[in-house]
């Protein structure tokens, strides 16, 4: 799994050189719903025109699943593939 913390959606993939590597680990971006710079989060995700960061996004997913009133076994099942830890 890559360790970039910035990650870039709906663009063209770039040839990715020492110095472009540089430049996007080093640039700041801010999560467009919480205001957060990608320092201070886990991971941020970059679209066309919006950035949201990890944290947004479990919150995110945490009130679509109460919204919909999933049961908890099936709701805690798809937070824990989210985050990676496959029973």
Same mark, same amino acid.
């Given at each position: 799994?890559?360790?970039?913390?910035?990650?870039?959606?709906?663009?063209?993939?770039?040839?990715? !050189?020492?110095?472009?590597?540089?430049? $996007?680990?080093?640039?700041?971006?801010? =999560? +467009?719903? #919480?205001?957060?710079?990608? !320092?201070?989060?886990?991971?941020?995700? $970059?679209?066309?025109?919006?950035?949201? =960061? +990890?944290? #947004?996004?479990?919150?995110?997913?945490?009130?679509?699943?109460?919204?919909?009133?999933?049961?908890?076994?099936?709701?805690?099942?798809?937070?824990?593939?989210?985050?990676?830890?496959?029973?």
């Amino acid at each position: 799994m890559s360790e970039e913390k910035v990650v870039s959606l709906g663009a063209k993939k770039k040839q990715h !050189t020492d110095d472009a590597n540089n430049n $996007q680990n080093n640039e700041l971006v801010y =999560c +467009s719903f #919480c205001g957060r710079p990608n !320092t201070q989060v886990i991971k941020m995700i $970059q679209g066309p025109g919006v950035n949201i =960061c +990890s944290e #947004c996004v479990m919150i995110a997913v945490q009130y679509l699943i109460l919204q919909d009133r999933m049961p908890s076994a099936e709701a805690q099942h798809i937070l824990d593939a989210f985050w990676g830890k496959a029973r």
